[in-house]
C-alpha cells in the first residue's frame, strides 16, 4: 500500500484526526478507535513501513524508546493491573492495518480480551536446528 493511501500515514500528516497522546518527529502514539479497553493506545513510527522487519534500527530506537514511559503512563491512567504490548505482522499475524504499529493494552483481570497460547514442545535436535538456523540468518 503506497503511504498516500494509507491510513496511519494520513493520521501521521494530519489528514484525519486521531486522540493523540505523544508526538515527535519519529514516531506519534494516540488512542485505538475501536479499544480492547479504555485506554489503548497505538504507537506508529511516522514513516510507512508495512512490518517491523522494514525498520531500519535506528527507526524502531527511536520509536520503542517511548514505550516504557507509554506503558506506565497508561497503567496509571487507567489504573489497570496489568499491559500487553503487541505488535503484530502480517494478515496470518492478525495485522489489519498495514503501517506498524505497538498496542498498548490496559489489562485487568477477567477482562474479555484473551490469547489462545498453544504451548508446544520441540522434539529431540529440532531445537538445535532452529538456533543454528535463526544465527545463520541474524549474521547475514
Ligand atoms: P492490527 O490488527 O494490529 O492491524 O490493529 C489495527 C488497529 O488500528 C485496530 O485496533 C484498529 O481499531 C485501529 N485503527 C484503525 N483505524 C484507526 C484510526 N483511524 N484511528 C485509530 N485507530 C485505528
Ligand atoms: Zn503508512
Known amino acids: 500500500m503506497p503511504p498516500t493511501d494509507c491510513i496511519f500515514c494520513r493520521i501521521a500528516r494530519g489528514e484525519i484526526p486521531a486522540m493523540k497522546v505523544l508526538d515527535d518527529d ?3 502514539a494516540f488512542l485505538d478507535i475501536a ?3 479504555e485506554g489503548h493506545v497505538l504507537l506508529i513510527p511516522k514513516a510507512h513501513a508495512q512490518t517491523l522487519d522494514q525498520l531500519s534500527a535506528d527507526q ?3 520509536m520503542l524508546r517511548h514505550l516504557p514511559a507509554l506503558v506506565k503512563a497508561v497503567q496509571a491512567a ?3 493491573a496489568g499491559v500487553n504490548v503487541l505488535q503484530n505482522n502480517g494478515k496470518a499475524a492478525h495485522q489489519e492495518v498495514p503501517h506498524v504499529h505497538f498496542h498498548v493494552i490496559p489489562r485487568n ?3 474479555a480480551f484473551g490469547f489462545n497460547w498453544p504451548a508446544g514442545k520441540y522434539p529431540a535436535g529440532r531445537a538445535e536446528q532452529l538456533v ?3 544465527q545463520d540468518e541474524l549474521s547475514r
Request: net charge negative; hydrophobic share 50%.
Open 109 to 111: 483481570p477477567g477482562d
Open 60 to 62: 524502531a530506537a527511536a
Open 26 to 28: 519519529a514516531c506519534l
Open 35 to 37: 479499544p480492547l479497553a
Open 132 to 134: 543454528q538456523a535463526i
Open 78 to 80: 487507567t489504573g489497570c
